[in-house]
């Protein structure tokens, strides 16, 4: 008999069970999915697995337990609060191990931290005696906990982004993490070793040749998972060196984004956007005028009464992708067209590039308007460059339009609207666009 949470996955036998109902606002996965490392092809019928799995049962039953009892937290907050304490004090946070270890600890500074309790009151003297004798033992951290540990970690870098740039920050993370999970046990931090890590990447092995998949897939998994880990590792001076180093495979050829043609684009896709709403219309038109990538038009700002009427790209409710990024682009043709009809920018889609995006690709293939499966609309962009690049405008005017870093040192402002404008005058659209 098969065990009652054995399940079959990619091959493997894992242990698979929703998180119980009364457990869920504790444990936020709704899965808990740990692998057997037996495949199922070698024992079909789940008599290796099965001990396996309602072991992994039993072991996530206690850690339910433990948070339903406040246990996990409470003593990673004693824990950390001990070290925050010591450092209060001037102490570098040590184990009671370390301490005790003749390489590791000079005797008088054992003497200065007894000496430090010794003069507290009473009632500091046992959590004082914690911080500085190093009598907690820093939190077992297991493998499902590293992002949101990592997390924890880059509230500073997190506080500047918009909520869909936090979510495409945290998801391809999460997956990684997942995907590790597929392959090793829910083992503590400090219990990860390099075979582990060479499992990880014999599974990505696997996968990539028998799906046909991209070897940088398995790259960005392998370069999160360390990411995350080297900033634990500093951050809680955890004695672990990160197992998950030089795993990466050679890099596939980078996606050939094909640009449009810019008469195509003028006497083709532009008129051929009409069954598009009008919102989604202008912000292609945007685009199309001033090479801007989708976010950046998605969270318009329009300034029109200007000499040299624009679109600026400030480092707001967003985090630019580049410092370089931050830019004003004078607005011409149909971009100017559309900025007019919506002066206030496009609510129906800020912050929501993603779902335009597939909104407008399925519309270009639905009507004929992609060329090829290369053609997206992200290819005017492209299409934007090579229209300057053949109006032989100046390399510093071509980087200050598209965002891009200028290779020579920065003196200083740089090109003026009115010098933008001249050279975008040159290669706009002669288009009627009706929003």
């Known amino acids: ?149 990592f997390e924890k970690s880059q509230k500073v870098y997190l506080r500047d982004l918009a909520e869909d740039q936090k979510r495409k920050w945290r998801n391809p993370k999460l997956r990684a993490l997942e995907n590790l999970l597929k392959v090793i046990d829910d083992k503590p931090l400090l219990n990860l070793t390099r075979e582990d890590a060479i499992e990880f990447r014999a599974w990505w092995q696997d996968r990539i040749v028998s799906e046909d998949m991209n070897a940088d897939t398995a790259n960005k998994d392998f370069g999160h998972i360390n990411k995350m880990l080297k900033t634990l590792i500093l951050e809680r001076q955890l004695l672990m060196d990160t197992p ?30 009409s069954g598009l709403n009008a919102e989604a219309r202008a912000v292609v038109c945007v685009i199309a005028e001033t090479g801007a990538r989708l976010s950046e038009v998605c969270n318009a700002r329009f300034i029109l009464d200007h000499d040299v009427p624009h679109l600026s790209i400030l480092a707001d409710e967003r985090k630019t992708k580049t410092w370089q990024s931050v830019r004003e682009i004078p607005l011409v043709g149909v971009g100017l ?44 962009r492209h299409t934007f460059e090579d229209r300057l690049t053949a109006a032989e405008a100046p390399d510093k005017i071509a980087a200050a339009l598209m965002g891009h870093k200028y290779h020579r040192p920065r003196y200083g402002t740089g090109p003026t609207l009115e010098q933008k404008q001249k050279w975008l005058q040159a290669v706009a659209y002669q288009v009627d666009m009706v929003f």
């Open 1 to 149: 008999m098969v065990a009652k949470f054995a399940a079959k996955r990619a091959g493997w036998w894992i242990y698979r069970r929703r998180v119980p109902a009364e457990y869920a606002d504790l444990d936020p996965r709704p899965f808990v999915k740990l692998s057997t490392k037996v495949r199922v092809g070698d024992d079909p019928a789940c008599l290796v697995a099965g001990p396996i799995v309602d072991r992994l049962n039993r072991e996530a039953e206690a850690y339910w337990a433990g948070l339903a009892s406040g246990r996990v937290d409470a003593a990673a907050e004693r824990y950390h609060e001990a070290v925050r304490r010591a450092r209060a004090r001037g102490f570098a946070y040590q184990s009671v191990r370390e301490l005790a270890d003749p390489s590791s600890a000079w005797l008088g500074d054992v003497l200065t931290r007894v000496e430090a309790v010794s003069q507290r009151s009473s009632t500091v003297a046992v959590a004082d005696a914690d911080a500085f004798l190093g009598g907690l033992e820093p939190p077992k951290l297991r493998i499902s906990d590293l992002f949101e540990e």
């Open 244 to 273: 998950f180093r030089e795993l990466r495979f050679p890099k596939g050829a980078p996606p050939d984004r094909q640009a449009y043609d810019p008469a195509y684009v003028q006497d083709r896709l532009l008129p051929g956007l």
């Open 337 to 380: 067209a559309a900025a007019r009809a919506f002066p206030n920018g496009f609510p129906r889609y800020r912050h929501k590039a993603d779902g335009l995006s597939g909104l407008v690709n399925h519309y270009l293939s639905d009507n004929g308007l992609r060329p090829s499966s290369q053609h997206t609309l992200y290819s005017l």
